[in-house]
């Protein structure tokens, strides 16, 4: 249908789409130009700095929930946008993750498990994007929700080490068993599309 011709369901016109130049694109991009930031902060030595750095992801992180939450409330959601966010996501986490391991605060092993994941996922949703859309499941809300406060932790200064094993526990138990969800939907979706 021509944007902006009238809709043989309703009659009503079809609203253009809109425009890449919008807030929800901008806190975006926003996110994006954070993780240098964050990440030259946290290798910065003294408490301050540290907490500068969590201030810096906080904000980086509070901007994932806000844009989304204006793109679909305005109508702002746009191919930019769609490409964009989980990029912008992946950075943030990634480069945080990366950095705790650099440093000696989070084990190897934890960041490979979850940066594979994350990777392997957005690739898989970009192949079998032919077929459909895999949208994000309440249990992707919930690792990614998970992630954020077990990094969270483990940026913050002080004796918090139960609560940032306990927290980053959690949050790799859920990244691992909605990536297996996730890899389900898609073999099912692949499937359907070739029958």
């Given at each position: 249908?021509?944007?902006?011709?009238?809709?043989?369901?309703?009659?009503?016109?079809d609203?253009p789409?809109?425009?890449?130049y919008?807030?929800?694109?901008?806190?975006?991009?926003?996110r994006?130009?954070?993780?240098p930031?964050?990440?030259?902060?946290?290798?910065?030595?003294?408490t301050?700095?540290?907490?500068?750095?969590?201030?810096?992801?906080?904000?980086?992180?509070?901007?994932?929930?806000?844009?989304?939450?204006?793109?679909?409330?305005?109508?702002?959601?746009?191919?930019?946008?769609?490409i964009?966010?989980?990029?912008?996501?992946?950075?943030?986490?990634?480069?945080?993750?990366?950095?705790?391991?650099?440093?000696?605060?989070?084990?190897?092993?934890?960041?490979?498990?979850?940066?594979?994941?994350?990777?392997?996922?957005?690739?898989?949703r970009?192949?079998?994007?032919?077929?459909?859309?895999i949208?994000?499941?309440?249990?992707?809300?919930?690792?990614?929700?998970?992630?954020?406060?077990?990094?969270?932790?483990?940026i913050?200064p002080?004796?918090?080490?139960?609560?940032?094993?306990?927290?980053?526990?959690a949050?790799?138990?859920?990244?691992?068993?909605?990536?297996?969800d996730?890899?389900?939907?898609a073999?099912?979706?692949?499937?359907?599309?070739?029958?």
């Amino acid at each position: 249908m021509i944007a902006g011709a009238p809709d043989p369901m309703t009659g009503s016109p079809d609203p253009p789409p809109a425009s890449v130049y919008n807030i929800a694109n901008a806190l975006t991009l926003l996110r994006i130009a954070l993780v240098p930031v964050f990440v030259w902060m946290l290798f910065l030595d003294g408490t301050g700095w540290r907490l500068a750095a969590f201030g810096v992801f906080a904000v980086a992180s509070i901007t994932d929930k806000i844009d989304g939450d204006l793109a679909r409330a305005r109508g702002l959601v746009t191919d930019f946008g769609k490409i964009a966010d989980p990029i912008a996501d992946k950075a943030l986490t990634g480069a945080a993750l990366v950095s705790l391991s650099v440093m000696g605060e989070l084990w190897w092993w934890v960041t490979a498990a979850i940066m594979i994941r994350e990777i392997g996922i957005t690739l898989m949703r970009f192949v079998v994007i032919r077929y459909g859309v895999i949208p994000a499941s309440k249990g992707g809300k919930l690792k990614t929700t998970l992630q954020v406060f077990a990094i969270g932790f483990y940026i913050l200064p002080g004796p918090l080490d139960p609560l940032r094993w306990t927290t980053m526990g959690a949050a790799l138990v859920v990244t691992v068993v909605t990536g297996v969800d996730y890899v389900v939907q898609a073999w099912r979706l692949r499937r359907k599309g070739r029958a």
